[in-house]
């Protein structure tokens, strides 16, 4: 496709249950990003992948988190044993490199509900 | 810790009344400074990115402008169309990561 596709755009689920949050980058994108917003907030970090491996992972909030990036393409960023304080709207970008094109290009995201 | 702050939180404008939006960051390690729109319910999309002290990069009603310590988003004779949240970011030369502000909300009145 022509921009990051994210799926689901909404997901609901209980407290307890695990969830799995899927990344389509722009075709060609080396560098993929995860961030996380909460409601009227700005945009946590939460890891970074250049390819396949995720040399910055500082921002994943628990080892209910995790993440990984297949082909250099799709991602998939895991959270298990919800908790309600990780509900929030999840976004993917991806860009050409870390070199002098920072351009980051945003899905729309997954917004989370934990009930 | 590496940090981008913004102000002010939320900036109500009647059309055309221009103004500018103030980021702050950490100093030591800048390897660039960015600047995005968000609209609702969407995804943040790319402004302008500034490198050096003294740059500045122009996109129609807006210029960013970058000094030593702050960038500046101005945004002249504003329309109700450029009401969005704007987010300015950093990246360090120490660190993979692209931080982050909590936005500008500005609001365009007709």
């Known amino acids: 496709g022509a921009g990051v596709s994210q799926s689901p755009s909404n997901k609901v689920t209980e407290k307890g249950k695990d969830v799995e949050l899927r990344c389509d980058p722009i075709s060609g994108h080396t560098a993929l990003y995860w961030y996380r917003q909460s409601l009227g907030q700005g945009l946590e970090f939460l890891i970074y992948f250049q390819g396949n491996s995720a040399p910055d992972k500082s921002g994943l909030p628990s080892d209910r988190f995790s993440a990984e990036r297949t082909g250099g393409s799709v991602s998939t960023l895991t959270i298990q044993r919800t908790q309600q304080e990780d509900s929030a709207v999840y976004l993917c970008a991806s860009s050409q490199d870390r070199g002098t094109n920072e351009k980051l290009f945003f899905g729309s995201g997954t917004q989370l509900s934990v009930l | 810790e590496d940090q981008v702050t913004q102000s002010p939180e939320a900036l109500r404008l009647q059309e055309g009344e221009s103004s500018s939006l103030n980021c702050s960051y950490t100093?030591?390690?800048?390897?660039?400074l960015f600047w995005y729109r968000q609209d609702p319910g969407k995804g943040p999309e790319f402004l302008f990115t500034?490198?050096?002290a003294g740059e500045e990069k122009e996109k129609e009603r807006l210029k960013a402008t970058l000094t030593k310590k702050e960038s500046f988003l101005h945004i002249t004779a504003p329309k109700p169309e450029d009401s969005a949240t704007y987010l300015c970011?950093?990246?360090?030369?120490?660190?993979?990561?692209?931080?982050f502000g909590s936005g500008t909300r500005l609001s365009i009145r007709p």
């Open positions: 500034l490198y050096s």
């Open positions: 100093v030591s390690g800048l390897r660039g």
């Open positions: 970011a950093a990246r360090y030369s120490s660190a993979s990561k692209i931080i």
